[in-house]
């Protein structure tokens, strides 16, 4: 998928819960199989049942240019330093975590990555999700346009300014 001349080929998702695998049927629907989405999740069992049923990876972040974090809020700092030697310069967070405000991110990251944040809801599952999208500080018009269209195959999606 390209975005500003961008070609997106490689995906990752940190945290395979719900929302996690919500999210490789969302890349799914945007062309992006999932020989090209990188997963990592604490649980070894609930990783290898979504390796074997997707078909995603389990290797490093490196290769990601988008990571998704659907961790749980408080998992983040623990999940973020385990990860962030892996994290690419450049690279684009997108946070589903509920309550962490995108500059909290930015400075737990030690890279020139840039965020936003998605508050998504479970009918997203369904395809019918509601999701509202917020920049964080380093975020360009094409990153918020990437999540706006990965989340509007699963729904609608609202886009307004973090600080409301």
Do not use: C
């Not at 997707?54 to 998992?75: E, H, R, T």
């Not at 809801?121 to 975020?139: D, F, Q, Y």
Request: net charge neutral; no cysteine.
């Amino acid at each position: 998928m390209a975005t500003a001349g961008l070609e997106i080929s490689k995906v990752a998702i940190v945290g395979a819960g719900v929302m996690g695998e919500a999210m490789i049927h969302a890349l799914n629907r945007l062309g992006i199989n999932g020989s090209e989405i990188i997963i990592r999740e604490k649980r070894a069992e609930r990783e290898r049942e979504l390796v074997e049923k997707y078909g995603v990876k389990n290797v490093s972040l490196d290769a990601a240019q988008v990571i998704l974090l659907a961790v749980k809020p408080q998992d983040l700092e623990k999940t973020l330093s385990e990860i962030r030697a892996e994290l690419r310069d450049g690279a684009l967070l997108v946070s589903l975590l509920a309550g962490i405000k995108s500059s909290r991110i930015q400075g737990l990251v030690n890279v020139s990555a840039r965020v936003v944040r998605v508050m998504p809801n479970t009918p997203l599952l369904l395809g019918a999700g509601m999701s509202v999208i917020s920049a964080g500080e380093t975020a360009t018009s094409f990153d918020v346009e990437w999540v706006k269209k990965l989340l509007s195959s699963s729904g609608e999606t609202l886009v307004v300014n973090e600080g409301l």
